[in-house]
């Protein structure tokens, strides 16, 4: 803003796109995103008003980066900074890895003198690295801020019957609350259970429309509903500081899912809590679903090619063509097993080859590519035109002869005392003789081609990457299980560690440093006992956690564990990078 000129930000998402933009203006900050979806006419139109110096910001996607409209007009922009959302994206190594990130550096020659800033709030120390490198850092700067939430109390409970104590966490704890589910059933099985127990719950999820969707995420902002339940498309865009409760019912797939979603709550610094609630079969499921997620090449090319004959698309064409997409009739129109399609529709996605918006909306827009002069007659020899004509000039103002608005039928059918239907049929008619460009509301998931349509034969995916991209998701799911499973380190410091923020402070409020306070005070007798054993044991050299226990053999494990973990933030012993445990300057 301290600067003249436009800022570009490329960022993965339409919902995040669309949600920055609209909070943009609300600030009367211009700004637009180019999303997949919209016409030529009018990304030619919004980028022409960049090129003059309508907007602050332009948001696009990374693949518009190398379409030649936007290189072209981009050339002609007064750039002053280059954003990178999201820029985990750019690494193989981080979540939700997009090839055409790594492109962005061969974007960057054509604005070179202009400066780059790549944002992400889950990036390990490799991912921070390989951020830097595929973006051609010349001088890197990294600036980060601590993981660490200290009003944020993690804990993780193995609890068999969790719907129970889930409840009893919510009686507990007053205050709006988030409750992760992974299905879109359990969400509304789970919202209704609440409903009945007294609790104002609503549950929350892609596949209800942009109405629901909406009211349903008001209400809650509004604190007219107290819990919702939701899948992970609930929460991206939102910034409700008074959440005081986050729960995990089923367990994220990564470490850097669960800490975007738990640190939704207490953002107002006040004290909140995040929970995750799991159970046996939850930890096994883990490994199980990676493996599932990763079907062989031979079916991925299969659905490519099913995605190609539904739509009737030629080899080499559709490149940001969208379609409205049905999961359901694609399957049966060509007897698809269901969780295979889904998988290899999120390889497909993970190539940069399509993308699939589950919960999409786009309001109708409007635009009048005609002058004064060609209207005028129109409306003379088609008189049945006249009325709307007039209406909507009158409704949305002469900025329809220079931009696409959006515009709504509902409210154009009241003043003309017609139906909506009818509203419709006339401006489908008017786009059809070229008077108007009429852009109908969409509320249905759409899925993108952001590639030219390739041969199937040709596509590609490649065996060995999905390989170690499977091997990377098994590790991040044994860190997950890691982390829940952990019987007495400090929660904090487990996320820290993962992100590669190494300290011996413990939160003080987590489950595992409140148990350990508890037996601080019931058991210090054997906590002294243990010290001293720990230190004869460790000065031979570095042992693993689980040679120690073997050597000790004490008589109540946990009671152990909890004295190694004192003595570590008391700083006599230490954790060293291979795992093993050593005296501290040994």
């Known amino acids: 803003m301290a600067k003249e ?3 570009l930000v490329v960022s993965p998402l339409i919902a995040l796109m669309k949600d920055q933009v609209e909070q943009l203006k609300r600030r009367d900050i211009p700004a637009v995103a180019l999303f997949m979806g919209m016409s030529r006419r009018e990304i030619d139109l919004e980028l022409d008003n960049c090129v003059f110096g309508k907007y602050k910001f332009l948001y ?6 190398q379409t030649e ?8 922009m007064n750039v002053c900074l280059l954003a990178v959302d999201e820029a985990h994206c750019i690494s193989q190594w981080g979540e939700n890895f997009r090839p055409p990130y790594a492109q962005i550096a061969e974007f960057r020659q054509i604005i070179p003198k202009v400066p780059v800033i790549a944002l992400t709030a889950t990036a390990t120390e490799v991912v921070k690295k390989d951020i830097q490198e ?6 890197p700067k990294v600036f980060q801020k601590s993981f660490s939430r200290a009003n944020l109390s993690y804990s993780a409970y193995l609890e068999e019957d969790k719907e129970r104590r889930l409840l009893k966490i919510l009686e507990n704890v007053p205050g709006t609350a988030i409750v992760y589910v992974r299905s879109r059933k359990r969400t509304q099985a789970i919202a209704e259970w609440l409903q009945r127990c007294g609790i104002r719950a609503d549950f929350y999820h892609a596949g209800l429309d942009n109405a629901q969707r909406s ?9 007219r509903t107290r819990v919702i339940v939701a899948t992970n498309a609930f929460g991206m865009g939102i910034d409700k500081p008074d959440v005081r409760t986050v729960i995990h019912l089923d367990l994220p797939d990564t470490l850097e899912a669960y800490y975007q979603e738990a640190g939704r709550a207490g953002r107002d610094e006040r004290k909140a809590y995040a929970v995750v609630l799991f159970n046996s079969g939850d930890v096994n499921d883990l490994e199980r679903r990676v493996l599932q997620s990763y079907p062989p090449v031979a079916v991925i090319r299969q659905v490519y090619q099913a995605l190609a004959n539904y739509y009737k698309l030629a080899v080499g064409s559709s490149q940001f063509a969208s379609y409205d997409f049905d999961l359901d009739d694609f399957r049966k129109v060509y007897d698809l097993p269901a969780s295979d399609t889904y998988q290899a529709i999120k390889r497909l996605e993970e190539a940069g080859l399509i993308q699939l918006s589950e919960s999409y909306y786009t309001p109708s827009r409007l635009y009048f590519p005609v002058d004064n002069r060609q209207l005028y007659e129109f409306q003379v020899a088609n008189a049945i035109y006249d009325p709307l004509i007039k209406l909507t ?3 949305y103002g002469g900025e329809l002869f220079s931009n696409f608005l959006t515009i709504s039928e509902n409210t154009l059918a009241k003043h003309l005392h017609a139906s909506v239907k009818d509203v419709q049929a006339y401006l489908t008619r008017l786009h059809q003789v070229g008077i108007v460009v009429y852009e109908p509301q969409k509320d249905k998931p759409q899925l993108t081609f952001l590639t030219p349509r390739h041969d199937s034969l040709n596509l590609p995916i490649d065996a060995r990457t999905l390989e170690v991209r499977k091997q990377r998701d098994l590790e991040k799911a044994k860190a997950v299980a890691n982390y829940v499973q952990h019987p007495f380190r400090c929660r904090t410091q487990l996320l820290l560690e993962y992100f590669n923020e190494l300290t011996d402070a413990t939160c003080k409020v987590c489950d595992n440093c409140l148990k350990r306070k508890k037996w601080s005070v019931e058991l210090p007798e054997s906590l002294s006992e243990h010290r001293k054993q720990i230190l004869r044991s460790l000065q031979p050299g570095a042992l693993s956690l689980t040679g120690l226990v ?3 053999k004490p008589k109540n494990e946990e009671v152990l564990l909890k004295t190694i973990q004192e003595m570590v933030g008391a700083g006599e012993i230490l954790y060293l990078e291979n795992g093993n445990i050593a005296l501290t300057g040994q």
């Open 5 to 7: 000129g436009i800022c």
């Open 60 to 65: 696009l996607s990374p693949e518009r980066l």
């Open 215 to 223: 009211n349903r995420q008001d209400a809650w902002i509004s604190n």
């Open 69 to 76: 409209i936007v290189i072209e007009r981009v050339k002609r």
């Open 134 to 139: 595929k973006l051609n850092f010349v001088r």
């Open 393 to 395: 000039l009158r409704v």
């Open 550 to 552: 073997q050597q000790l």
